[in-house]
Each structure stands twice: as C-alpha cells, then as structure tokens.
T-cell receptor
C-alpha cells in the first residue's frame, strides 16, 4: 500500500530564505508526482507535476526534484516571501490501472509560514 | 491549466437533511472524477472514484449509501451527502484529469465546506 510522508509538518522561516520541503513515498511504482499549494479553507492549486521519467521541474522560484528509485521528492522554494505562506502537499499517482485517471495519494502536508 | 469548478463553496445544513455538491470540468471531458474529504489539519483522503455512465467505486470504510455519487455526463459529477450528521462536517473536494493524455495532471475544484448543525 502506497504511503506518502512529508517532513517537516510545519516550518517557519524569515522572508528571503531558501527552503526545502521533503516528500517520501513507499512504492516507487508511480506515474507522476504533483506538488500542490493549499491556502486555509481553499482548494488546491497545482504547482509542479513531475512525470516518473523526469528528474526535476521548475517554475519561477520553485524547483521540484524526483528520485523515484529512492522514493523521494523535494520542493525547493527560493527567496521565500510572506505570500508563500500556505500548506504544501505532495501527492503521487500510483501506477497500474488506467493511466488516464487521476487518483492521487497525498502526504499530510507541510505548513509554511514566511515571516516578514 | 484546466478548470474544475465545484459548487457550492460553503453550505450549512440541518442534521438529517441531504446536501448535493456539484463538480464540473469546464474545458475538458472527464470520464473519471475523484471525491476527496479533508478533516481540519489533515490531508486529503480519497472517498470514491466517480465513473461516467457507471457506478462509483468507493474506498474502504466509505458508506456508499450515505455518499451518493452520480456521474451522468462527461463534465459533471455530483456527491450527495444523505441524512447528514455533524460528524459529516468536513471539506469535500473533487478532482479530474484530461482523458486524452497519458500521465496527466490532476486539477482540483475549489472545495466545499460542509457544516451540519
């Protein structure tokens, strides 16, 4: 059974710092891994999608890496800003079944606070 | 990115009544949609897979008679919480992926905050 773990559960940093969020998963048989952002009481915003054949993806100040064999992904946020404060969730799509479906297994999330 | 719209965003209902939540894919067709539930300060847990034109597939521990799912078209899935009780109060969120691509990205609705009083 696939399990996804995120460390740390919470993180508080001063504005401007670079930071890394960690995600690990127990079964390397995945189609892809996605990082999301969730603001309090809101839905999920997709940040980055990494296919199983890829090593990393970048979008602006965000960089996500994937090491499928070791079951790990990291989300790197450069030059953090107060507006980055949110909960960050990683989720994997298990391989098997129809590849056109979107069933995801989520980690518990890392709640980030960036202090001005 | 693709847009998934969920309605309503908030609902308060009395115990014993039923509540319907709609999930629409606005610019693509989705033969499969997913319904998740999120308790405060916890992650999302998959409740069921909604299949267009056929019965939904429920995860272990989810009561199919309490959480009725209908996926009547390629752009709409509905979740009805029947005979709601306070313990059903939660954040419900749906997702969908484009069906015409491999390894596609999942898009999520805005979520529905259900409060049963």
């Amino acid at each position: 059974k696939q399990e996804v773990t995120q460390i740390p559960a919470a993180l508080s940093v001063p504005e401007g710092e670079n930071l890394v969020l960690n995600c690990s998963f127990t079964d390397s048989a995945i189609y892809n891994l996605q990082w999301f952002r969730q603001d309090p009481g809101k839905g999920l915003t997709s940040l980055l999608l990494i296919q199983s054949s890829q090593r990393e993806q970048t979008s602006g100040r965000l960089n996500a890496s994937l090491d499928k064999s070791s079951g790990r992904s990291t989300l790197y946020i450069a030059a953090s800003q107060p507006g980055d404060s949110a909960t960050y969730l990683c989720a994997v799509r298990p391989a098997g079944g129809s590849s056109n479906t979107g069933k995801l297994i989520f980690g518990q999330g890392t709640t980030l606070q960036v202090k001005p | 990115g693709a847009v998934v719209s969920q309605h309503p965003s908030r609902v308060i209902c009395k115990s014993g009544t039923s509540v319907k939540i709609e999930c629409r894919s606005l610019d693509f067709q989705a033969t499969t949609m997913f319904w998740y539930r999120q308790f405060p300060k916890q992650s999302l847990m998959l409740m069921a897979t909604s299949n267009e034109g056929s019965k939904a597939t429920y995860e272990q521990g989810v009561e199919k008679d309490k959480f009725l799912i209908n996926h009547a078209s390629l752009t709409l899935s509905t979740l009805t919480v029947t005979s709601a009780h306070p313990e059903d109060s939660s954040f419900y969120i749906c997702s969908a992926s484009r069906q015409d691509r491999q390894h596609t990205e999942a898009f999520f609705g805005q979520g529905t905050r259900l409060t049963v009083v």
